[in-house]
Nanobody, 125 residues
Framework: EVELVEFGGGSVQAGGSLRLSCETSGYAFTSDWMAWFRQAPGKSERVGVALYDGSRNKIHVRDSLEGRFTFSADTVKTTGYLQMDSLEPEDTGVYYC?????????????????WGRGTQVIVSS
């Protein structure tokens, strides 16, 4: 059974930092994809933030977030981390971990078979 559990959300002021963790189990972490998405308040769409392609050991961060967001993967702990710096109020939302690809665009939510429950991030101005 695949399990994805997010940790690390919270409230910070603009300019602050947070580090999110996604602890995974039940699938081949180093052979499949794992990604972070976020859903802004009042929006239905989940937007891809960063992804780890385990089969190629490659990390991709959404272009607009590069320089502020960093993704790292611990293959021993099968955990993905999202370091978020210089946070802005627009970064507020629920952050979800997703894993196991159906194929396709890694930044689209429909690509992933499994999801965590999400962790809330609130950035105040």
């Amino acid at each position: 059974e695949v399990e994805l559990v997010e940790f690390g959300g919270g409230s910070v002021q603009a300019g602050g930092s947070l580090r999110l963790s996604c602890e995974t189990s039940g699938y081949a972490f180093t052979s499949d994809w794992m990604a972070w998405f976020r859903q802004a308040p009042g929006k239905s769409e989940r937007v891809g933030v960063a992804l780890y392609d385990g089969s190629r050991n490659k990390i991709h961060v959404r272009d607009s977030l590069e320089g502020r967001f960093t993704f790292s993967a611990d293959t021993v702990k099968t955990t993905g981390y999202l370091q978020m710096d210089s946070l802005e109020p627009e970064d507020t939302g629920v952050y979800y971990c997703a894993a196991v690809s159906r194929g396709g665009d890694g930044f689209r939510p429909t690509t992933y078979r499994y999801w965590g429950r999400g962790t809330q991030v609130i950035v105040s101005s």
